[in-house]
T-cell receptor, first 113, second 117 residues
Framework: GESVGLHLPTLSVQEGDNSIINCAYSNSASDYFIWYKQESGKGPQFIIDIRSNMDKRQGQRVTVLLNKTVKHLSLQIAATQPGDSAVYFCAENRWRGNNRLAFGKGNQVVVIP | DAGVIQSPRHEVTEMGQEVTLRCKPISGHDYLFWYRQTMMRGLELLIYFNNNVPIDDSGMPEDRFSAKMPNASFSTLKIQPSEPRDSAVYFC???????????????FGPGTRLLVL
């Protein structure tokens, strides 16, 4: 059987520090991006989204930055808390006219108390 | 708001048995998505519906998998016969497009953890 699993990039961060999670996308036509958080044993939860006509969007303790020139998306979490420990996925809408999303592989964030 | 509801939350079955997973999307949402998540392949889109009509089922692994959406508030994903390699977490998600604002945000259910022995 298969024994090699998906090795997610892991970010270990001290509680109280800021976290930055990065995501590269490949389709320059993508016009909508979302960050999801998935805690162990749960479904992905919406965190924040951004449209391609924006460079930055802020939420509560989170900021999403979009660099269309290099097709890069990042999620910044301020004052990281233990409850922020999770896998974070970026997703993009590549298909105009429908709601389909393409998901990245995910980034594991581990908060050290 | 109850969110997306999935049942059962856990399912253990034996190889060869039929498995039916159920999903109730958020009321008013007109898109419904079925995903499978495994350690090997991450989150994979299996099929999605718009206004109860299947739009793209290219992600469905093989003929053993089928999905239906008989009405706007209910969908099923069926595996018959099930195999050990079908063991995964299956998520349902829903979203909508409003007349004033296009919102592609998908809201996920808690998932069904399937183990096929």
């Amino acid at each position: 059987g298969e024994s090699v699993g998906l090795h997610l990039p892991t970010l270990s961060v001290q509680e109280g520090d800021n976290s930055i999670i990065n995501c590269a996308y490949s389709n320059s036509a993508s016009d909508y991006f979302i960050w999801y958080k998935q805690e162990s044993g749960k479904g992905p939860q919406f965190i924040i989204d951004i449209r391609s006509n924006m460079d930055k969007r802020q939420g509560q303790r989170v900021t999403v930055l979009l660099n269309k020139t290099v097709k890069h998306l990042s999620l910044q979490i301020a004052a990281t808390q233990p409850g922020d420990s999770a896998v974070y996925f970026c997703a993009e809408n590549r298909w105009r006219g429908n709601n389909r999303l393409a998901f990245g592989k995910g980034n594991q964030v581990v908060v050290i108390p | 708001d109850a969110g997306v509801i999935q049942s059962p939350r856990h399912e253990v079955t034996e190889m060869g048995q039929e498995v039916t997973l159920r999903c109730k999307p958020i009321s008013g949402h007109d898109y419904l998505f079925w995903y499978r998540q495994t350690m090997m392949r991450g989150l994979e889109l299996l099929i999605y519906f718009n206004n109860n009509v299947p739009i793209d089922d290219s992600g469905m692994p093989e003929d053993r998998f089928s999905a239906k959406m008989p009405n706007a508030s209910f969908s099923t994903l069926k595996i018959q016969p099930s195999e050990p390699r079908d063991s995964a977490v299956y998520f349902c998600a829903s979203s909508f497009i409003s007349s004033r604002e296009v919102r592609e945000t998908q809201y996920f259910g808690p998932g069904t953890r399937l183990l096929v022995l």
